[in-house]
T-cell receptor
Framework: GAGVSQSPSNKVTEKGKDVELRCDPI?????LYWYRQSLGQGLEFLIY????????KSGLPSDRFSAERTGGSVSTLTIQRTQQEDSAVYLC????????????FGDGTRLSIL | AQSVTQLGSHVSVSEGALVLLRCNYS??????LFWYVQYPNQGLQLLLK??????LVKGINGFEAEFKKSETSFHLTKPSAHMSDAAEYFC?????????????FGQGTTLQVKP
């Protein structure tokens, strides 16, 4: 079946611009996660959605970062006024539930800020 | 707070040799434990997980890992390395009590397999 889909696969933008990254989770998965992978910081948790509950935003690095999940399915991660340190690979994952359920990852969006 | 330490950012083995990738965790309560593999320009793929059953866990592609509570370790092994095993490997934990599934990752270990 279809896996987690992320778009775009690559994004190059100028410093100061806003960007939107999209994630289509596996159908039926109630939990959705965003992670950031960068050379200096490794893999970091950003935000977590579970069903209709309020998202856990504890990993967002600044107020320039936000995310939403519409209809319990597709999610969009938005970065406003991008900075060079935002350059990274942004990974989305989904799972049937939380806790001990393994997460299924998309191939990521590689974001480059010029 | 939970944390994960992977000893050795790079490991090099010969084809056919034993693979051993080390992972130690820090947590007041034994967490859920996972090993993921990442090939270039791809996302992470689950190799195996430990939740609460047998301490020796078998995964895909011939990998296995043993949970040792006394050593707070979850090392990944494979008896005989293949060229196709060359990739980056991540150990991760998630909080059993909070049960959100948020993963905390180690820094990763790049496995090189020499012919």
């Amino acid at each position: 079946g279809a896996g987690v889909s992320q778009s775009p696969s690559n994004k190059v933008t100028e410093k100061g611009k806003d960007v939107e990254l999209r994630c289509d989770p596996i159908s039926g998965h109630t939990a959705l996660y965003w992670y950031r992978q960068s050379l200096g910081q490794g893999l970091e948790f950003l935000i977590y959605f579970q069903g209709n509950s309020a998202p856990d935003k504890s990993g967002l690095p600044s107020d320039r970062f936000s995310a939403e999940r519409t209809g319990g399915s597709v999610s969009t991660l938005t970065i406003q006024r991008t900075q060079q340190e935002d350059s990274a690979v942004y990974l989305c994952a989904s799972s049937p539930d939380r806790g001990d359920q393994p997460q299924h990852f998309g191939d990521g969006t590689r974001l480059s800020i010029l | 707070a939970q944390s994960v330490t992977q000893l050795g950012s790079h490991v090099s083995v010969s084809e056919g040799a034993l693979v051993l990738l080390r992972c130690n965790y820090s947590s007041s309560v034994p967490p859920y434990l996972f090993w993921y593999v990442q090939y270039p320009n791809q996302g992470l793929q689950l190799l195996l997980k430990y939740t609460s059953a047998a301490t020796l866990v078998k995964g895909i592609n011939g990998f296995e890992a043993e949970f040792k509570k006394s050593e707070t370790s979850f090392h990944l092994t494979k008896p005989s390395a293949h060229m196709s095993d060359a990739a980056e490997y991540f150990c991760a934990v998630s909080d059993r009590i909070g049960n959100t599934g948020k993963l905390i990752f180690g820094q990763g270990t790049t496995l090189q397999v020499k012919p």
